[in-house]
Each structure stands twice: as structure tokens, then as C-alpha cells.
T-cell receptor, first 109, second 112 residues
């Protein structure tokens, strides 16, 4: 069983739509990461969360530790947001990152 | 912002050849990692390295793989005899106390 699951696997949205990507995990964690991967492969860290909510520009990430669930929201989506969004967790501070399968987002003009 | 660098960006090799992938972690970081991503699949952990030794390795990291920090700045991943199934994107990462994990841009390895 995968320790990190994401839904949906693929998502197509119209420009301007509000987008939510969900992540659930089955292990105790010290931190949860939301990462972005563009075609060409580089991984960019968007958020690192251990509790509550973080906001950066049009991106909002929330985590519910009791429910073992996190969401990434994108407000006013734009074609440049098209990428794979990956949820990943760490069990302890210096532990390896355990990656989810990713959600492929395509925002259409 | 500091960044992890990796060279080369793309390596093409023949099956059975040795390859060395190089990474320069962020200078004050103490923990180093290699991950790989086969095309179309999720990123998988290979190995973590701390205090000049392997701290954890995955089932993928068999005797064909080795890591080294030869000079206090570079962090290398060696594959002794490459197989077709080693074709993947390889990411290096580093971390220090209280920080998030910083990922390098990756090396795309193609084994022919």
C-alpha cells in the first residue's frame, strides 16, 4: 500500500477556475511537502507544512494532522500553473522524502 | 536563494558502462540524498548520506550503486554496470537543521 496517495490523478481546468488537489497519507509525519514538477523534470518546493495553513500568492496549502490529509488550492488558475503537483511526507526531520504519485494539472486558456 | 547543482544534465551511456552522476549540495547542509524517477512513475528514494556514511538505502540501491563525498563539496552517485532499467531522472537533494529539502535540477540518464 502506498504511504502517500493523491487525487485526482489528472485534472483539466479552465483558466480562472479554483483548483483543489488532495493528499492523504498513512504514516506519522514531521512535515508534509507540496512540490511542483514541470516538463523537463526539475522539482520545485512550494510548501513545507507541519500544521495549519500556508499561503503564497495564489497557492494555499492546508493540513489536518488528525485526519492525515492535506489540500493544495490554486486560486484564479492560469495556464502557467500547468505542471505535476506532488505531495510528499517526511517521518522525521532528516528522514528521506516519501513521494506521492503526483497530480497532473492542465489549465486551458 | 541557495541551490543544489547537478552535472551533467543529460548522460547517455551504453549498457554495462559505469556512470558517475555529480551533485554539489548547499554548502552548510549536512544530509544528502539521491532519488530517481523512471519516466511516468513517481519519485523513489535511493539513498541518504550523513557524516560520510550511508544512513539509509532502499531496495533499489543494490551493489551496483555507490555514493561518495570525495572532497567535502561534491556528492556523487556511481552506477558500476548500467542496465536498461537504470534509465531515469536522478535527483540529488540536501537538507540542514530546520530547513526544507532542496532538490537539484536532476540528471537524465539514458542507457542504450
Amino acid at each position: 500500500k502506498n504511504e502517500v496517495e493523491q487525487s485526482p490523478q489528472n485534472l483539466t481546468a479552465q483558466e480562472g477556475e479554483f483548483i483543489t488537489i488532495n493528499c492523504s497519507y498513512s504514516v506519522g509525519i514531521s512535515a508534509l511537502h507540496w512540490l511542483q514538477q514541470h516538463p523537463g523534470g526539475g522539482i520545485v518546493s512550494l510548501f513545507m507544512l507541519s500544521s495549519g495553513k500556508k499561503k503564497h500568492g495564489r497557492l494555499i496549502a492546508t493540513i489536518n494532522i488528525q485526519e492525515k490529509h492535506s489540500s493544495l488550492h490554486i486560486t484564479a488558475s492560469h495556464p502557467r500553473d500547468s505542471a505535476v503537483y506532488i505531495c510528499a511526507v517526511q517521518k522525521t526531520s532528516y528522514d528521506k522524502v516519501i513521494f506521492g504519485p503526483g497530480t497532473s494539472l492542465s489549465v486551458i486558456p | 536563494e541557495p541551490e543544489v547543482t547537478q552535472t551533467p544534465s543529460h548522460q547517455v551511456t551504453q549498457m554495462g558502462q559505469e556512470v558517475i552522476l555529480r551533485c554539489v549540495p548547499i554548502s552548510n547542509h549536512l544530509y544528502f540524498y539521491w532519488y530517481r524517477q523512471i519516466l511516468g512513475q513517481k519519485v523513489e528514494f535511493l539513498v541518504s548520506f550523513y557524516n560520510n556514511e550511508i544512513s539509509e538505502k532502499s531496495e533499489i540501491f543494490d551493489d551496483q550503486f555507490s555514493v561518495e563525498r570525495p572532497d567535502g563539496s561534491n556528492f556523487t552517485l556511481k552506477i558500476r554496470s548500467t542496465k536498461l532499467e537504470d534509465s531515469a531522472m536522478y535527483f540529488c537533494a540536501s537538507i540542514t537543521s530546520g530547513s526544507r529539502e532542496f532538490f537539484g535540477p536532476g540528471t537524465r540518464l539514458t542507457v542504450l
